[in-house]
């Protein structure tokens, strides 16, 4: 279940996931929940668990313009893990939406939205979904449990590409 972390004034937690889809979706970010329409053991094929998503992700696919999804994995015996996790660290945005339902796992996406400077972090887990529209800037952090596996979606072949902002402002707020 995902956890909305409000920063600005008091730090405030929210929970209730139709709340956090309201937040979200008034910020131009959207976030679903979506179920498996066949049971997923840990082990399964990255085309078992496509398939398990497929009723979901096909239809949003087809109305968005995506032309490729694909199925990671991270975890702590994944080979460089830390240089991994230090890639997303760092404030950025994207010149295409980034897509993401985690299937298992976690992962935290924290948003800096310079219309009004507001920063928040959105505690995605099993049963998440997020699309981050191109331009907003946000980082994203595997820890604390350095696991997390997703499907991502994209629009061109070779994925996104993070452009930096090198403003800082992760510091201030990364666990």
Not at 29 to 42: C, M, Y
Not at 56 to 83: C, R
Not at 123 to 132: H, M
Request: aromatic share 14%; proline share 3%; hydrophobic share 35%.
């Amino acid at each position: 279940m995902a956890v909305l972390t409000l920063f600005e004034s008091q730090e405030k937690e929210i929970r209730d996931p139709l709340e956090i889809r309201s937040f979200m979706n008034q910020r131009g970010i959207i976030f679903e929940q979506w179920e498996a329409s066949i049971p997923l053991n840990n082990n399964d094929s990255q085309e078992t668990i496509l398939k398990a998503f497929h009723h979901k992700l096909d239809p949003y696919m087809k109305a968005h313009g995506y032309l490729s999804a694909d199925v990671i994995n991270v975890h702590q015996g994944t080979p460089n893990i830390e240089a991994l996790r230090n890639k997303f660290l760092s404030e950025h945005t994207h010149s295409e939406d980034e897509v993401r339902f985690f299937v298992d796992g976690e992962g935290q996406f924290y948003f800096h939205l310079s219309e009004n400077n507001e920063v928040f972090r959105l505690l995605c887990e099993k049963g998440d979904f997020i699309s981050v529209p191109k331009g907003v800037t946000h980082w994203f952090d595997l820890a604390p449990k350095y696991y997390v596996k997703a499907i991502r979606v994209f629009q061109s072949q070779e994925g996104w590409v993070a452009n930096y902002t090198n403003s800082g402002i992760e510091k201030k707020y990364l666990l």
